[in-house]
């Protein structure tokens, strides 16, 4: 299918959907606070040092369906829209593609793109795991939620970092680009040698709101990054407008999400 069509199709899903991410308005309590956390703390330092704790998958031994299965405990504290627990999130998001009829692939991405936040397991906290991502090692946008939130952060004053590019060269590609550390970029680096080439760019950036709905880091992304948002973006329309605060029928489901699981991952993972 062509992705023109896509973006159709996945238009007309949306429509009637409400507003969401309404921070100045949600009634979700820890919201703030988590992201108070999230931009004091998350600076080049940070991510180096959770790269080099967490990206040797040194973690744990454990299968996908395992990971989904211990989300069914988890709760967002920095999502204003939902207060179910993540496995609900997962299989209302699945769900939403795969009523739209797209491949496959895109359906499992939907059941695990959050499984990341496994990290909160291993002693993670809350705003070291989930919240928006954006680029360390250059200016926070001031499209980021709760921008006014990063002046305690230390990067902000620091001026190897603090300049537009900071580090970075002119469009040098996100590959180069220092993410805040998060669930995304973990379970890009679990799952990266199993899954398509969208379909891990999907979940590496899929928290990325800063660029996939207000492009402010455009000067940092390459040809091919411009190109593989376009699924980023698809994709977040799902993730974002299929949240609803009705619990799904697990039990119904389950034995179509965990057959679809065992196809891609049918050995244990490292974590
Ligand atoms: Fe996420
Ligand atoms: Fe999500």
Known sequence: MQKT????????CIANAGQKRDYAHTTRKNVQETYRLN???QTVDFVRSKHKQYLPLQ????????????LDTFVDDGDPDLGLSQIHH??????????????????????????????YRFGEPQWAVVCDTFPVGCAFSDTIVYHELFKDNPDRVNAHYNSRHG???????????????????YLYHVVKN?????????????????????????????VYDQQMFDWVKLFNKYDLYSKEEVAVDLEKLKPYYK???????PEPLQW
Request: charge should be negative; aromatic fraction near 14%.
């Open 259 to 265: 057959a679809l699981v065992e196809k891609y991952f």
């Open 5 to 12: 069509s896509l973006f159709f199709i996945a238009a007309c």
């Open 167 to 185: 580090i970075y060269k002119n469009c040098c590609g996100l590959e180069q680009v220092l993410m805040s550390w998060g669930h995304d970029e």
């Open 39 to 41: 931009h004091i703390h």
């Open 194 to 222: 199993y899954l398509p080439e969208q379909a891990q760019y999907i979940i590496r950036y899929h928290s990325f709101y800063p660029q996939h709905q207000h492009s402010a880091y455009d000067h940092l992304l390459s």
């Open 90 to 119: 997962a299989i209302q998001t699945a769900e939403a593609i795969k009523k739209d009829g797209h491949p496959e692939w895109l359906i499992l991405v939907g059941l695990i793109h959050d499984a990341g936040k496994i990290l």
């Open 59 to 70: 973690q744990t031994k454990m299968t996908m369906w395992e990971a989904l299965e211990y």
